[in-house]
T-cell receptor, first 113, second 110 residues
Framework: DGGITQSPKYLFRKEGQNVTLSCEQN?????MYWYRQDPGQGLRLIYY???????QKGDIAEGYSVSREKKESFPLTVTSAQKNPTAFYLC????????????FGPGTRLTVL | QKEVEQNSGPLSVPEGAIASLNCTYS??????FFWYRQYSGKSPELIMF????GDKEDGRFTAQLNKASQYVSLLIRDSQPSDSATYLC??????????FGKGTHLIIQP
């Protein structure tokens, strides 16, 4: 089955820890994205990547880092510099970055203890 | 600012009626528009996209685009309780992909 997978589904982090969220797609999509969603809020773009070995900051990149070493994978690291990381994190992909529909993974819910 | 605006709701509609969801956008250069449905605790699911002025129908769903007035609508006919969800409007056109509105919470009353 083609799709986007994210792991883990739930993640708990102690203050001061870095954690990495996994995102994998087998849709052969060029572009991948990370969003953050807070309760009652829309999606806010953290980082995006249009091609392997290249990525760009979104609207709220501070305290986050990414890599894009393979077309299929776009992991997100939430660092200790992110002051309020508790949120629902969504990974998405599209055939190309500009204006095409995006498809979402199931999400990771991160809670800071 | 290339914003997308939606009324957060909740919008309450009786079962079997037509639900009408609206979205406005500020960037006249926007070329493509998308409607996503998001159930509580789940990820967004694409239900419609529209690129041209006018109406586009898919089953019980109709998307309407008016570029002159800069609004996009989603109509849901014969609303069912399973349609209760948050509906996200998004516009495309930039290198950073899509810009999302905050969503409208729709409640279908049995």
């Amino acid at each position: 089955d083609g799709g986007i997978t994210q792991s883990p589904k739930y993640l708990f982090r102690k203050e001061g820890q870095n954690v990495t969220l996994s995102c994998e797609q087998n849709l052969n999509h060029d572009a991948m994205y990370w969003y953050r969603q807070d309760p009652g809020q829309g999606l806010r773009l953290i980082y995006y990547s249009q091609i392997v070995n290249d990525f760009q900051k979104g609207d709220i990149a501070e305290g986050y880092s990414v890599s894009r070493e393979k077309k299929e994978s776009f992991p997100l690291t939430v660092t200790s510099a992110q002051k309020n990381p508790t949120a629902f994190y969504l990974c998405a992909s599209s055939m190309r970055a500009s204006g095409r529909e995006q498809f979402f993974g199931p999400g990771t819910r991160l809670t800071v203890l | 600012q290339k914003e997308v605006e939606q009324n957060s709701g909740p919008l309450s509609v009786p079962e079997g009626a037509i639900a009408s969801l609206n979205c406005t956008y500020s960037d006249r250069g926007s070329q493509s528009f998308f409607w996503y449905r998001q159930y509580s605790g789940k990820s967004p699911e694409l239900i419609m996209f529209i690129y041209s002025n006018g109406d586009k129908e898919d089953g019980r769903f109709t998307a309407q685009l008016n570029k002159a007035s800069q609004y996009v609508s989603l109509l849901i006919r014969d609303s069912q309780p399973s349609d209760s969800a948050t509906y996200l409007c998004a516009r495309g056109g930039g290198a950073d992909g899509l810009t999302f509105g905050k969503g409208t919470h729709l409640i279908i009353q049995p």
